[in-house]
T-cell receptor
Framework: GESVGLHLPTLSVQEGDNSIINCAYS??????FIWYKQESGKGPQFIIDIRSNMDKRQGQRVTVLLNKTVKHLSLQIAATQPGDSAVYFC??????????FGGGTRVLVKP | GAVVSQHPSWVICKSGTSVKIECRSLDFQATTMFWYRQFPKQSLMLMATSNEGSKATYEQGVEKDKFLINHASLTLSTLTVTSAHPEDSSFYICSARAENGRGELFFGEGSRLTVL
């Protein structure tokens, strides 16, 4: 079936630097994309979303970029902090309102 | 913001017993709730879509007689793992969407099941 995948399983970043997490999706019918953060033993926490009629959306310290031409999604975290250490998942949604999660990227922030 | 509560947050049971996990939307009504399963260091896999007042829709490969889902009200869905075995040990997470929305999906904190 259709799937959402990530390029990098683990990302180590120096505190204060910017982080970029990438995600490839394959379902061209998906029109809604979300990034989640998951800390150990907890449920996913919504970070930011974007609909397919946009190519960029900014939040507090985070930016999501959507490139529909190459089916690519990215999450940029500015000035990464120790509290940003977690696993990040992208997810896509198409008809039927079912959310499909990518494989996840672990972000490790080095002090 | 909207809150989804799961209970219990963790449970240990003997092989062969059944375990019920509750998912509640605390401050909104949820027509649709979703149940996910997550193995260690893996992503969330959708198990089923729970619709209030009707039968759940299960994903391919998920045994409906093994994982019983009930969505009796707009604020409560339950997942019962019947005749649990060690391979059912996992992190089970529910999510809920507000009644009128195709908006944000709110996730519970998860329930960790360990079957001995």
């Amino acid at each position: 079936g259709e799937s959402v995948g990530l390029h990098l399983p683990t990302l180590s970043v120096q505190e204060g630097d910017n982080s970029i997490i990438n995600c490839a999706y394959s379902n061209s019918a998906s029109d809604y994309f979300i990034w989640y953060k998951q800390e150990s033993g907890k449920g996913p926490q919504f970070i930011i979303d974007i609909r397919s009629n946009m190519d960029k959306r900014q939040g507090q310290r985070v930016t999501v970029l959507l490139n529909k031409t190459v089916k690519h999604l990215s999450l940029q975290i500015a000035a990464t902090q120790p509290g940003d250490s977690a696993v990040y998942f992208c997810a896509e949604e198409a008809a039927g309102n079912k959310l499909t999660f990518g494989g996840g990227t672990r972000v490790l922030v080095k002090p | 913001g909207a809150v989804v509560s799961q209970h219990p947050s963790w449970v240990i049971c003997k092989s062969g017993t059944s375990v019920k996990i509750e998912c509640r939307s605390l401050d909104f009504q949820a027509t649709t709730m979703f149940w996910y399963r997550q193995f260690p260091k893996q992503s969330l896999m959708l198990m089923a879509t729970s619709n209030e007042g009707s039968k759940a829709t299960y994903e391919q490969g998920v045994e409906k007689d093994k994982f019983l889902i009930n969505h009796a009200s707009l604020t409560l869905s339950t997942l019962t793992v019947t005749s649990a075995h060690p391979e059912d040990s996992s992190f089970y997470i529910c999510s809920a969407r507000a009644e009128n929305g195709r908006g944000e999906l709110f996730f519970g904190e998860g329930s960790r099941l360990t079957v001995l």
